[in-house]
């Protein structure tokens, strides 16, 4: 296992096109985040997965956007419409609630979009 | 709400010496996790240490240690022995237990000089 995996590394869309990331965890970790970060910045909470319920979801996720885990694994991360204000990294993070460890959680490399 | 602040938007060190990179808190809870995660340029965010507000003891990983102030909220971040490695931006970030979500600090970006 290489750890938190995510796809596309990179995307340029055009203002309004849809977008969709996809995130797949460390393999034993039930709970999954998405986190946005800008430049300069620190990353933001978006949303939270354990297994494959929706528990918890920023007001910074607007009704644009949309995270699915369907089956407890792999999960996306969909924007639609999508404005220059989206542009961003859009970091997964992965842990696990099996093993007591202080909640620690574990990164992707993020994927970047750019919206011109 | 809870925030977490970052005072040192960028610091440097030279090889081999040591460096301390400053954040504090903000929070009316007694339960709760701090972390620090370094992210180095185009690369994943990785874990450098962490601490539980419950313990006394300061964390300790390596050439990485914590001052733990729970009454001052602070929780400041050494660097021994400097490496080329380390530099990278430092996120401080903060965990209520429970909460399952991090709030994190604007960071600080480290430069190593040789």
């Known amino acids: 296992d290489t750890g938190v995996s995510q796809d596309p590394r990179h995307k340029i869309t055009k203002r309004g096109q849809n977008v969709t990331f996809r995130c797949d965890p460390i393999?034993?970790?039930?709970?999954l985040y998405w986190y946005r970060q800008t430049l300069g910045q620190g990353p933001e909470f978006l949303t939270y997965?354990?297994?494959?319920?929706?528990?918890?979801k920023s007001r910074l996720l607007s009704d644009r956007f949309s995270a699915e885990r369907p089956k407890g694994s792999f999960s996306t991360l969909e924007i639609q419409r999508t404005e220059q204000g989206d542009s961003a990294m859009y970091l997964c993070?992965?842990?696990?609630?099996?093993?007591?460890?202080?909640?620690?959680?574990?990164f992707g490399e993020g994927s970047w979009l750019t919206v011109v | 709400a809870q925030t977490v602040t970052q005072s040192q938007p960028e610091m440097s060190v030279q090889e081999a010496e040591t460096v301390t990179l400053s954040c504090t808190y903000d929070?009316?809870?007694?339960?709760?996790?701090l972390f620090w995660y370094k992210q180095p340029p185009s690369r994943q965010m990785i874990l450098v240490i962490r601490?539980?507000?419950?313990?006394?003891q300061n964390a300790t990983e390596n050439r990485f240690s914590v001052n733990f102030q729970k009454a001052a909220k602070s929780f400041s971040l050494k660097i021994s022995d400097s490496q080329l490695g380390d530099a990278a931006m430092y996120f401080c970030?903060?965990?209520?237990?429970?909460?399952?979500?991090?709030?994190f600090g604007k960071g600080t970006k480290l430069t190593v000089n040789p």
């Open positions: 993070a992965s842990s696990s609630s099996a093993v007591y460890s202080g909640n620690t959680i574990y």
């Open positions: 393999s034993e970790h039930n709970r």
């Open positions: 997965f354990q297994n494959e319920a929706q528990l918890e």
């Open positions: 929070t009316s809870e007694s339960d709760y996790y």
């Open positions: 601490q539980e507000a419950y313990k006394q």
């Open positions: 970030a903060y965990d209520q237990g429970g909460s399952e979500k991090l709030v």
